[in-house]
């Protein structure tokens, strides 16, 4: 028998669904007007009259510098805040007209907001800068793990398996590399060893999701706890026993260095902000630029690509056309996990650190959340990455200033920032089509 809904329940049913609808569509307008008021608020009015706030473009090494200069806080905030109010009224004029808005106005808010949160907390301490360059550099250098996780995300995904084990393949990657770098004395080799890692989690990833059906969400949870428990047993036996197969940033350094060094490109780097932020760092970061646009191309305008795509939304379809759906699968699992192992890298041998438990502090769901945001694209990955990365580095800067943020609102930060930008921006994305379904012959 059907069980038939009473007028209660369909009434209740209706304002439900009229809500989602409302929220689903007004969202983004509600969002910024609320940071909008909240920045004239309490960064607008928040410092005292006479107070202000200096900014510094250049770093001491930089070839050409820019002075400091100083701000009045107060004006400063109270205009930056009235902009973001004007976006935020656009962006209801344009959700109320029915206008897609580009990405230029979530890049513009997010300019107005935090360069009020950054003059309302540098104000009135003469002793110290707000250094926007660094701070750039350093959102760039931090974004690095989660551009290779999310990337390692969209080649997987896109042919249909989810992949949560990325922050098992980076920790897996960060840990193999220090060991062959610290075996070798040559950082170089423990960049080549890293995607080797996380190739390794990625089969068995394939083994069980694509071979045997098992639940890919299932598998990836179980492979994070099992890198997070290998590394922690080898890092309190063997590493403790033989403390050379982990060596310290200053062991390293002792001996002329098995750190990553800077690569700085001449003529690029010597450009005044843009020089230090783009062009100015060490190997892992210029891989990464060039794996973006690897695949940026190889996805979307390449056989290969298509037949990923293609295994990803209909592999029936796929495999009617000759397209060996399950090898495809498999393929693109162990690349995605050589990517992602890359990227873990980044916690050892790219910034001069010895392997410790659990380092990678849960920036492979990050670099989910980061691939979701750019809607299981390349170039969007990238950009999604890039803003979480900005995230850590204000967390540093707020810190370096003295700003009165309690500091557990500080190490929050990123993770905030991670939960707003995909429940807010993400909208109607769609992920591919069969992903988590098994392709059975």
Not at 266 to 289: E, K, Q, R, S, T
Not at 409 to 418: D, H, I, R
């Amino acid at each position: 028998m059907t069980a038939v809904a009473t007028p209660t329940v369909q009434a209740e049913r209706s304002i439900w669904k009229t809500t989602a609808v409302f929220l689903s569509r007004w969202k983004a307008p509600i969002g910024y007007s609320v940071m909008a008021l909240l920045s004239l608020l309490v960064f607008g009015f928040g410092p005292e009259p006479g107070q202000t706030t200096s900014f510094a473009l250049s770093q001491a090494s930089d070839a050409v510098q820019i002075p400091v200069f100083s701000l009045p806080s107060m004006l400063t905030a109270i205009v930056l805040s009235v902009i973001a109010l004007g976006l935020a009224g656009y962006s209801t004029y344009a959700t109320y007209a029915e206008k897609k808005v580009g990405v230029w106005l979530p890049i513009a808010f997010g300019l107005a907001f935090m360069g009020a949160l950054l003059t309302w907390a540098g104000a009135g301490r003469d002793s110290t800068n707000v250094n926007i360059t660094g701070m750039l550099v350093s959102g760039v250098f931090l974004a690095v793990p989660l551009v290779f996780g999310s990337l390692a995300g969209v080649v997987n995904e896109r042919s249909g398996v989810v992949n949560i084990a990325i922050e098992g393949q980076l920790l897996a990657g960060a840990f193999l590399a220090v060991i062959v770098a610290s075996v070798t004395s040559n950082a170089y080799l423990g960049l080549v060893a890293a995607p080797i890692a996380g190739a390794l989690v990625g089969s068995l990833l394939a083994l069980f999701a694509v071979k045997y059906w098992v639940d890919q969400i299932v598998v990836g949870v179980v492979l994070n706890v099992l890198v997070i428990g290998l590394t922690s047993f080898f890092f309190s036996t063997v590493l403790s026993d033989r403390p050379e197969l982990n060596q310290a940033a200053a062991q390293m350094q002792a001996d002329g260095g098995i750190v990553l060094q800077s690569l700085p490109i001449p003529l690029l780097a010597d450009i005044p902000v843009l020089g230090p932020v783009l062009f100015d760092h060490n190997l892992l970061v210029y891989l990464m630029y060039a794996i973006v646009i690897a695949l940026q191309i190889m996805l979307f305008k390449s056989r290969w690509g298509l037949r990923v795509r293609a295994v990803g939304e209909h592999p029936k379809a796929a495999d009617t056309v000759g397209i060996k759906v399950n090898r495809t699968r498999v393929l693109s699992v162990l690349l995605g996990g050589a990517i992602a192992g890359l990227g873990g890298a980044f916690f050892t041998v790219a910034n001069g650190l010895s392997f410790a438990k659990e380092m990678t502090a849960g920036k492979g769901f990050i670099a989910l959340a980061a691939m979701i945001l750019g809607r299981w694209n390349p170039t969007g990955a990238l950009m999604a990455a890039l803003l979480f990365g900005f995230a850590d580095a204000l967390r540093i800067q707020l810190g370096i200033i003295g700003s009165p943020i309690p500091s557990e609102w500080l190490a929050m930060l990123p993770y905030l920032a991670t939960i707003f930008a995909v429940a807010g921006l993400v909208g109607k994305s769609r992920p591919p089509a069969a992903e988590n379904i098994p392709y059975k012959k």
